[in-house]
């Protein structure tokens, strides 16, 4: 190391710029991550599937999906369709293994933190032997040499002070870089995992996620903090302080060393019970997050039925189990370091009873100060590893459940042949399909046979729980159906890209999916990674009847509308949604009760709008309001698995006999 620790300090300071870059926006991330998903490629059409044509299996290849994956030989795979499918019964990797990559690519500032740390030592190794000689130059000499050693040994503590900032500024800036693409990958990996495991057939529920993407990101970034302040910083200030109490007596440096091993063998003991310990408090505190995200989203049933008591009692028992593990990690956590501090300065305790006999006549003052303060320096290094391993302990739950949301191999699986499609006329067919949400569960549908011409409205009626939101849903591709085939102008689904299908049928669910944002953004919700073409927002919102009411919001079409569309009463809100399917410009509508929240008047004018479309969109109707089914071209009755077309004299008569009576304008 060069005398001058100013000169390097001012060097790395220097280059600190340009080991910073500025953080990607998530745009430019995503489109890093994920090229093929955002730019899709447009290869030839492949040849349709003819009309006669049999519906009977065929076998594909499939190719796992993947944002950013790592072949066997660790060489990254840009390309989704370049990487294999995961290995998800295998044993996942070590937690170290899983985060190397992230810091790897912060090595710069890695490098800079821990070259500000060898100054700190070296500052710290030119420090000791002065104080050691500190009393000799008093004694012997005048105020004016006293006078420059102060000055010395103040402008090293200064040096060490500085260096010590910048390398836990440094080091902090790289764990928090790893964490947020670390935050970013994961979150990008449950984009692409299967509509089951949002509707909670994944066993994790929604707030467990979001929990486990902040909180348990921020545990990662304390960790890898951790391992980068202490792992080679602690190393170098171990060997600079052993180095120069061997050159003072190799003997009882020696002898200082023994306590050590016992020092590891309790670290390592006391390690795997804060591990345990600490993976029981990540899962109370992610069951806590889950209730709190159910609950808060309830509010409406909660206070409808007085149950505020009985949920303050049932947070009260997560809240107290969550404190136990808590303080249980807690206790763990603060045990280790101080066992280690006590077992070290009993063995300086030994030391310097020892020390005082078998030392007469080899140390001077000098000699003796320097040892005993480089011994006692030693418990620094020693007490950080400790808590260092206190740090991976505990994170190293939080690092597994974080990364295990990465870990998956989706049902939905995109061909590595898949095409894109420029233009749908609108015929589907269901083709012998039949579809269970689970290996043991009852057929949703059994063998259903459907043809929809181009441009037909069809209504579909049925009971609850008949089939019909998971008919749509096997149409989106969202899920794949265990036999059977589903042909698009008699392409099978399967043999196009899920961004080309998806774009061409347009979605308004009975369940309100609006976002914190402009009305603007949520209309052009596909265009919100480009430019959202406010000719066709106004009109989606003119045929959806939303213009009008849009145009009084304060700020208008800018007008943020809150979470989930809050400032908006529940008509507009569907009507928002109406727009916003029609912004796509499918040639497929799917509206799922689309219709269930507005008023007549408001019903009156979609339904106008909608008639108009029917030219060009083929529109499949799931409704249970009789206006809206008889607009339909047909009425298709889908319980038990099996479809059954309905006369409209049928369907009218209230005898009971689909077991969907009509009373008061409702199907029930």
Request: net charge positive; aromatic share 6%; charged share 20%.
């Amino acid at each position: 190391l060069p005398v001058s620790f100013p000169a390097m300090l001012l060097r790395v300071a220097a280059v600190s710029s340009a080991a910073s870059p500025p953080i990607p926006s998530p745009a430019a991330h995503l489109r890093h991550r994920f090229p093929q998903t955002l730019t899709p490629s447009r290869p030839p059409l492949l040849a349709g599937v003819p009309e006669s044509a049999s519906c009977a299996a065929r076998s594909h290849r499939f190719l796992v999906l993947s944002s950013h994956s790592r072949s066997s030989n660790g060489a990254v795979l840009e390309s989704p369709r370049d990487a294999p499918a995961p290995a998800t019964n295998s044993a996942p990797p070590p937690p170290l293994q899983q985060i190397a990559p992230y810091l790897q690519a912060e090595w710069r500032l890695v490098l800079q933190g821990w070259l500000c740390s060898a100054v700190a030592v070296y500052c710290l190794a030119r420090l000791v032997p002065r104080v050691g000689q500190l009393a000799s130059v008093i004694s012997r000499f005048g105020p004016e040499r006293v006078l420059e050693e102060g000055v010395r040994l103040g402008a090293l503590a200064a040096g060490r002070s500085v260096a010590c900032y910048l390398q836990q500024a440094f080091l902090w800036e790289a764990a928090l870089r790893a964490a947020y693409k670390i935050r970013v990958d994961v979150f990008g990996r449950v984009l692409h995992r299967d509509l089951g495991f949002f509707e909670g057939r994944g066993g994790v529920p929604t707030g467990d996620v979001a929990h486990r993407i902040t909180a348990e990101a921020n545990d990662v970034a304390e960790t890898v903090y951790a391992l980068l302040n202490t792992s080679l910083p602690n190393a170098m200030q171990l060997v600079a302080m052993a180095t120069q109490m061997v050159v003072v007596s190799p003997v009882l440096s020696f002898l200082s060393a023994l306590v050590i091993p016992l020092m590891c063998l309790v670290v390592a003991r006391l390690g795997q019970r804060l591990r345990k310990i600490s993976q029981e408090a990540h899962f109370s505190v992610a069951r806590l997050s889950a209730y709190l995200n159910e609950v808060l989203q309830s509010m409406l049933v909660v206070k409808a039925n007085n149950a505020e008591l009985s949920e303050a009692s049932r947070f009260q028992k997560l809240a107290a189990d969550d404190l136990m593990k808590l303080l249980r990690k807690r206790k763990a956590k603060v045990l280790i370091p101080e066992i280690v501090k006590v077992i070290h300065i009993g063995g300086i305790l030994l030391f310097c009873a020892g020390s005082v006999v078998a030392s007469r006549g080899f140390f001077d003052s000098s000699d003796m100060v320097s040892f005993i303060m480089s011994l006692a320096l030693l418990v620094d290094p020693i007490e950080g590893m400790g808590k260092a391993f206190n740090e991976l302990k505990q994170g190293e739950p939080a690092i597994e459940r974080l990364f295990s949301l990465k870990d998956f191999k989706p049902q939905v699986i995109e061909k590595p042949d898949a095409v894109d499609i420029d233009f749908f006329t609108g015929d589907i067919k269901f083709c012998d399909v039949t579809f269970r949400y689970g290996e043991n569960a009852r057929p949703v549908l059994d063998k259903l046979n459907l043809h929809l011409k181009a441009g037909e409205t069809v209504a579909l009626i049925g009971p609850s729980g008949g089939g019909k939101t998971t008919l749509t849903k096997l149409l989106l591709r969202l899920y794949d159906p265990q036999s059977g085939h589903i042909l698009m102008d008699n392409h099978d689904i399967r043999n196009i890209r899920l961004r080309s299908l998806r774009k061409h049928v347009g979605l308004v669910s009975q369940d309100i999916a609006l976002f914190s944002g402009t009305v603007t953004e949520n209309i052009g919700y596909k265009d919100l990674m480009g430019e959202i073409n406010m000719e066709l927002v106004e009109n989606a919102a003119i045929i959806a009847n939303a213009d009008e009411f849009i145009r009084k919001l304060p700020d208008g079409y800018e007008t943020n509308i809150g979470q989930k569309g809050s400032v908006l009463s529940g008509g507009q809100r569907q009507r928002l949604a109406i727009a916003r399917a029609l912004y796509q410009e499918s040639s497929i509508l799917i509206l799922d009760e689309a219709t269930s929240a507005l008023d007549s008047r408001s019903e009156m004018l979609v339904r106008q709008a909608l008639e108009c479309l029917t030219a060009k969109h083929t529109v499949l109707v799931i409704a249970h309001r009789v206006e809206t089914v008889l607009m339909a071209d047909r009425i298709l009755l889908l319980d038990g698995g099996k479809l059954e077309e309905v006369s409209r004299s049928s369907f009218l008569a209230q005898d009971g006999h689909y077991g969907l009576p009509v009373a008061n304008g409702v199907v029930v």
